[in-house]
T-cell receptor
Framework: DVKVTQSSRYLVKRTGEKVFLECVQDMDHENMFWYRQDPGLGLRLIYFSYDVKMKEKGDIPEGYSVSREKKERFSLILESASTNQTSMYLC???????????FGPGTRLTVL | AQSVTQLDSQVPVFEEAPVELRCNYSSSVSVYLFWYVQYPNQGLQLLLKYLSGSTLVKGINGFEAEFNKSQTSFHLRKPSVHISDTAEYFCAVTGFGNEKLTFGTGTRLTIIP
């Protein structure tokens, strides 16, 4: 059974903290994605990675960075968390764009 | 670049009634189209996808969608809904050679007993 796991389901942080969200997939997929989900806005792509150490900006990369040191792991980093980064964060992976993206359960991040 | 429009943010439907969730897309290249479902407190999972071939695509849980190139639409349908279909549904598009999916804003389907 294919699986994408995310390090936390719920996370509460304070403004200015550095935040790490981790995603691990066990399907040997090349592509991994980080999305942000907000009511009425759907899913918006933050960053994606098509190979180890390779990354590309999505639609809303400001305030975020990513790291992919191993094929199975893709980390999202909030360098200095702000209240407007309170959101649901979803990780996904796929072999190629026209194949199914497999999603993790999401991390609901609250920044106080 | 591609874009997706889901005009209906919420759709209430009586149990056992039919439902159609609308999706329109825009693209300058050939497209691949997807419908995903998100049940409460879960991630997204694939309902169905159109890559090529037959324009009528069947998915899981009795859902189907029809690709209409002239109307740039990919509407999702189910002939008879159940309480368990309560969820948020997302239409998504990508273009040939593009590794990224563009999602619509979602439609929340509420089933009325």
């Amino acid at each position: 059974d294919v699986k994408v796991t995310q390090s936390s389901r719920y996370l509460v942080k304070r403004t200015g903290e550095k935040v790490f969200l981790e995603c691990v997939q066990d399907m040997d997929h090349e592509n991994m994605f980080w999305y942000r989900q907000d009511p009425g806005l759907g899913l918006r792509l933050i960053y994606f990675s098509y190979d180890v150490k390779m990354k590309e900006k999505g639609d809303i990369p400001e305030g975020y960075s990513v790291s992919r040191e191993k094929k199975e792991r893709f980390s999202l980093i909030l360098e200095s968390a702000s209240t407007n980064q309170t959101s649901m964060y979803l990780c996904a992976s796929t072999v190629r764009s026209y194949n199914e993206q497999f999603f993790g359960p999401g991390t609901r991040l609250t920044v106080l | 670049a591609q874009s997706v429009t889901q005009l209906d943010s919420q759709v209430p439907v009586f149990e056992e009634a039919p439902v159609e969730l609308r999706c329109n897309y825009s693209s300058s290249v050939s497209v691949y189209l997807f419908w995903y479902v998100q049940y409460p407190n879960q991630g997204l999972q694939l309902l169905l996808k159109y890559l090529s071939g037959s324009t009528l695509v069947k998915g899981i849980n009795g859902f189907e969608a029809e690709f209409n190139k002239s109307q740039t639409s990919f509407h999702l349908r189910k002939p008879s809904v159940h309480i368990s279909d309560t969820a948020e549904y997302f239409c998504a598009v990508t273009g040939f050679g593009n590794e990224k999916l563009t999602f619509g804003t979602g439609t929340r389907l509420t089933i009325i007993p």
